[in-house]
């Protein structure tokens, strides 16, 4: 069994690592964008603004119509099976 400690620090180098490529994205509230929670808006608007064919999420229904701008939501497993497929 893996020890939580070892399961934190690969969590935690995991979300450095993220942050070090990450960079600020302006974004622009539209109409067209708005979907079903308001934290899903920004989430949608960050993809379509930074050109993200994908966006990976277990509430595929709350991003209903995503696909108009150009992103698809997929489930974890959905999108790592559309990777694998590719690789």
Known sequence: MIQPTI??????K???GSAKLAHTQATYASEEMRIVF??????????FAAGCPHTVTHNVKDFHGSEQLGVTASTPRDFLNLIRVRT
């Open 7 to 12: 399961v934190r620090r690969a969590r935690s």
């Open 14 to 16: 995991l979300i450095a």
């Open 38 to 47: 308001a934290d899903d808006d920004m989430v949608l608007e960050l993809a």
